[in-house]
């Protein structure tokens, strides 16, 4: 067999189908693709497009109906052992061992790649210093931080030196910061190891830093390009809106209802938009007479989201329907009260003399590094764990005595989404209306508004876990309003879902806040910070800046970058405050 060098990767019409139940699904339909040696490719597409079943199908971990694949040459139905000798693979869920340590885990991984005595330690030596864990090899892979574990779990893939590397999603759930370090170990192994890289991504920024990008939908490839040619199919569509007397969540709901506007997203206290057209429609007069438009530059989020309207146009959600929340006269307008906490385990401090309140009907949101407490607090203002010191209040409520009854009126959503993964749709809802203490009709009732509003219906009998992320989210969220919280608890709820579903998940996030629901929202998606009313950067437990999204990039002003995105202006004000 004749290894073939100049390509790392091909795809020649390639199908896979699942059996799940009575269902066939197609996961990928005749798709041909190559990838070029010692580049960066990113696979983008909406949730369930099929860029994992390519991933899975690359390793030989699931071989093609029809079609073929070759890896430097080899049919991975032929020549799996070739083929793992060449290959890196890391699946979303890296399996590291959580009772190991750092470097027992790196052991395990060598002998299972067969790294030899001689070299491992030399290899140890050179990813410790790469991926900044050189400190913490007795430190159990349990206690890093997500960061941290990601780091660690690449790490151990570059073990054994492929010459492919596979990576699904490899920053989710990760910080800014660390983000940009997993990019540089990234570019490192192209550049000085001459690897060649095939990464999906959730986050558009990182398929901008990529050679070419391939956008997939339902199993096929519905464009291939560079991240240039992609933006430059959108300059001259883009615009930022700015309007005197309209409040810029009712302006982009308003400015939402044009056929003509193919997308918008709220940046700061303004609205962006992206328009069939170069130029804005006609708005009504109300709109038009007070608006102050500015150009703005292409990205390839725009591109992204334009090509699959196009394929899927836009069915505008029904208003969500929910109770509207009056403020009640007997209770403060600071429906969350966080005074002088600490919270301790054992001789680790986690959150330190932590002070913020929180208004009724506002979007509130807790940034931070990984392990800078933002979990801990969440669960502290949930009443799964009791606050060391000081005073929490949650909807008039004081936690450390009646956490019962501030939990009735609590709605949490978390970053796994608490689902059962091996219940049905209808299954879960059944336990989560059940377990918000609903009866009856009105159970009944609840569980059909949840059906109606989330588009539920045609997926009730499928497992949770089998659903494609999005529709996960979509259930989460139908789950955590069954029982009409004051509050609504989300804690990282779009890690790893595609910008469509991210859209959605805010436009049903903005309704509930205009009907009086206060939310407080952990992110590591920047632009999501920018639908915060307000919001703290934790470093370390403590809270190092609370303001608007304005005021927060204003502290992050400098001369090489006048106008810092909120990504540029949490990077900068982190490393500031730890350097």
């Known amino acids: 067999m004749t290894e073939n060098r100049s390509l790392p990767l091909d795809f020649q019409h390639v199908s896979k189908t699942f059996s799940i139940g009575k ?35 690359a390793v030989g971990l699931y071989l093609p109906n029809t079609g073929e694949i070759r890896i430097f040459g080899y049919d991975t139905r032929q020549y799996s052992d070739q083929i793992h000798a060449l290959i890196g693979y890391m699946p979303q869920r890296f399996g590291l ?35 900044g864990l050189a400190a913490f090899t007795d430190r159990l892979a349990g206690k890093l931080s997500g960061g941290m574990k990601q780091k660690l779990g ?54 901008e830093r990529c050679d070419k990008v391939v956008l997939i939908d339902d199993g096929e490839i519905l464009a291939q390009d560079t ?24 302006l982009q709901s308003r400015v939402n209802a044009s056929e003509d506007i193919i997308d918008s997203i709220i940046q700061g206290e303004s609205v962006r938009v992206v328009c069939k057209q170069t130029k804005l429609p006609d708005f009504p007069a109300d709109i038009a007479e007070h608006l102050n438009v500015s150009p703005a530059e292409a990205n390839l989020e725009d591109a992204f989201i334009s090509l699959l309207r196009q394929r899927h146009p836009v069915t505008h959600q029904p208003p969500l329907q929910i109770n509207q929340i009056e403020n009640s006269k007997n209770h403060s307008n600071d429906v969350i009260r966080v005074e002088q906490v600490d919270r301790w385990f054992g001789e680790f401090q986690a959150v330190k003399k932590l002070n913020f309140s929180v208004k009724r009907g506002e979007i509130f949101g807790l940034l931070g590094a990984n392990g800078a407490g933002k979990t801990t607090t969440f669960r502290m203002l949930c009443g799964l764990l009791p606050v060391s010191n000081g005073q929490l209040s949650v909807a008039g409520v004081n936690l450390r005595t009646a956490a019962a009854k501030a939990r009735a009126k609590i709605g949490y959503m978390s970053q796994k989404f608490s689902l059962y993964a091996n219940l049905s749709v209808q299954q879960n809802m059944d336990f989560f209306s059940s377990a918000y203490g609903l009866k009856n009709q009105h159970r009944k009732q609840r569980i059909q508004w949840a059906i109606e509003q989330f588009d539920l219906k045609k997926d009730l009998t499928s497992n949770s876990g089998d659903l494609p992320l999005g529709y996960k989210q979509r259930l989460a969220m139908a789950c955590a309003l069954m029982h009409e919280p004051e509050i609504l608890f989300l804690d990282e709820p779009t890690s790893g879902v595609d910008p469509l579903a991210r859209r959605e998940f805010w436009a049903r996030t903005n309704q509930l806040a205009a009907n009086g629901v206060t939310v407080l929202v952990t992110t590591h998606f920047m632009e999501e910070a920018e639908y915060c009313d307000r919001l703290v950067i934790m470093v370390q437990g403590e809270v190092m800046m609370a303001g608007s999204p304005a005021e927060i990039k204003q502290q992050a002003i400098t001369a090489e970058c006048p106008e810092p995105t909120m990504e540029q202006a949490f990077i900068h004000l982190v490393e500031k405050k730890q350097s």
């Not at 299972?112 to 991926?131: I, N």
Request: proline content about 4%; aromatic content about 6%.
């Open 23 to 57: 269902r066939t699904i197609e996961a990928l339909k005749q798709l041909s693709l190559t990838v070029e040696e010692n580049s960066i490719t990113a696979l983008v597409g909406p949730d369930g497009a099929g860029k994992t079943t390519l991933l899975r199908s």
């Open 97 to 131: 061992y959580e009772d190991l340590s750092v470097a027992e885990n790196l052991n395990l991984y060598a002998d299972l790649h067969q790294v030899s005595m001689t070299d491992r330690q030399h290899r140890f030596d050179d990813l410790m210093l790469m991926t």
């Open 154 to 207: 690449l790490a151990c893939t570059l073990l054994s030196e492929p010459r492919l590397l596979l990576l699904d999603e490899p920053s989710v759930g990760v910080d800014p910061v660390s983000r940009r370090e997993l990019w540089r170990i990234i570019q490192h192994q192209v550049k000085q190891k001459g690897t060649t890289v095939l990464l999906s991504t959730a986050y558009m920024d990182e398929a």
């Open 227 to 250: 991240p240039e040619h992609f933006k430059a199919r959108l300059s001259g569509h883009c615009f930022r809106l700015q309007h005197a007397r309209m409040p810029y969540r009712q």
